[in-house]
């Protein structure tokens, strides 16, 4: 059963501090997704990527928020300089782009920034 | 503007009681939406999706047109239901989700 793999599964850092979270999407899938999960603001699109180039970032803070995608295998969010509101889990979706497939999520990653 | 709605943020029910969760959107062209569950500090876990008309688990989903709705049905609810429930409509390759509903079933 083919699986989005998230790493790490938790992680708690003081703030200030970089972030780097890590996805592989499910072989053969070329969309990725980075969400943000709140209790205050449920589920948030951060970026996505398609076929490796990034289609839409517009729902990420661009100043401490980056995301890349450096191979097919192979997707990063990175927090630089982290701050205490950044805590939330954040998962990692894969689809692949055709008519009504759904995505896929993984276990994402509970940050907590103190 | 493409929107998903779902109206009730906690429902709360009795094991063995029906259960319906509101879902409805708002979209220019032939939608596809799906059901996602999330138990406790899970992942979200695809349920189900319009066009494949299965039952999951007992669930069933019903794509209404004219109403724009996609509300999730399920007969006898059991405490494993217990969860949080999103509505979810795709637009070219994103997912517009809804802010969920967390089902409560009692014993």
């Known amino acids: 059963d083919a699986r989005v793999t998230q790493t790490p599964r938790h992680k708690v850092t003081e703030m200030g501090q970089e972030v780097t979270m890590r996805c592989q999407p499910i072989?053969?899938?070329?969309?990725v997704f980075w969400y943000r999960q709140t209790m205050m603001q449920g589920l948030e699109l951060l970026a996505y990527?398609?076929?490796?180039?990034?289609?839409?970032d517009s729902g990420m803070p661009k100043d401490r928020f980056s995301a890349e995608m450096p191979d097919a295998t192979l997707a990063t969010l990175k927090i630089q300089p982290s701050e205490p509101r950044d805590s939330a889990v954040y998962f990692c979706a894969s689809g692949d782009g055709t008519y009504n497939q759904p995505q896929h999520f993984g276990d994402g990653t509970r940050l907590s920034i103190l | 503007a493409q929107r998903v709605t779902q109206p009730e943020k906690l429902l709360s029910v009795f094991k063995g009681a029906p259960v319906e969760l509101k879902c409805n959107y708002s979209y220019s062209g032939s939608p596809e939406l799906f059901w996602y569950v999330q138990y406790s500090r899970q992942r979200l876990q695809l349920l189900l999706r319009h066009i494949s008309r299965e039952s999951i688990k007992g669930f069933t989903a019903d794509l209404n047109k004219g109403e724009t709705s996609f509300h999730l049905k399920k007969p006898f609810a059991q405490e494993e239901d217990s969860a949080m429930y999103y509505c979810a409509l795709k637009n070219t390759d994103k997912l517009i989700f809804g802010t969920g509903t967390r089902l409560q079933v009692f014993p």
């Open positions: 072989l053969g899938h070329n969309t």
């Open positions: 990527f398609r076929n490796r180039a990034p289609l839409d």
